[in-house]
């Protein structure tokens, strides 16, 4: 038995190993081998290939970044629930349809927590 444990274990530490290796090599080559150059044109702010114009230096609201992140978030949620409304109902129906009401419930006092703190608010900048 624990010799059945070790060779599991084993396993898993040639599998993180070769993660790892896998995760590192492109970083690795692609640093021994890209060239490097330091200029002006470099320095510039690239815009889907056109010159810039003007500053690209504007303070944007923070109410951006947080809507960006909420959506973000629900997103990935939404995206759980179409695997799991597929798998669901085989067996335990009553069961499978608790749990996903639970799920959204969750996700509706986020919202709700959100919505309290303000962060749903949109202030001009007047």
């Given at each position: 038995?624990?010799?059945?444990?070790?060779?599991?274990?084993?396993?898993?530490?040639?599998?993180?190993?070769?993660?790892?290796?896998?995760?590192?090599?492109?970083?690795?080559?692609?640093?021994?081998?890209?060239?490097?150059s330091e200029s002006a044109k470099r320095a510039e702010t690239y815009e889907s290939g056109m010159t810039a114009l003007g500053s690209a230096w504007i303070q944007f609201s923070v109410a951006y970044y947080i809507y960006?992140?909420?959506?973000?978030?629900?997103?990935?949620?939404?995206?759980?629930?179409?695997?799991?409304?597929?798998?669901?109902?085989?067996?335990?129906?009553?069961?499978?349809?608790?749990?996903?009401?639970?799920?959204?419930?969750?996700?509706?006092?986020?919202?709700?927590?959100?919505?309290?703190?303000?962060?749903?608010?949109?202030?001009?900048?007047?």
């Amino acid at each position: 038995m624990p010799g059945q444990v070790l060779h599991d274990f084993l396993y898993v530490g040639v599998f993180l190993v070769v993660g790892v290796i896998f995760a590192l090599t492109p970083i690795v080559v692609s640093w021994l081998i890209a060239p490097r150059s330091e200029s002006a044109k470099r320095a510039e702010t690239y815009e889907s290939g056109m010159t810039a114009l003007g500053s690209a230096w504007i303070q944007f609201s923070v109410a951006y970044y947080i809507y960006t992140l909420i959506f973000l978030a629900f997103d990935v949620d939404v995206l759980y629930l179409f695997p799991v409304a597929l798998i669901y109902g085989k067996q335990f129906i009553f069961r499978d349809f608790l749990e996903i009401v639970i799920f959204v419930f969750i996700l509706s006092l986020a919202i709700v927590y959100a919505w309290r703190k303000g962060v749903f608010k949109w202030q001009s900048r007047r």
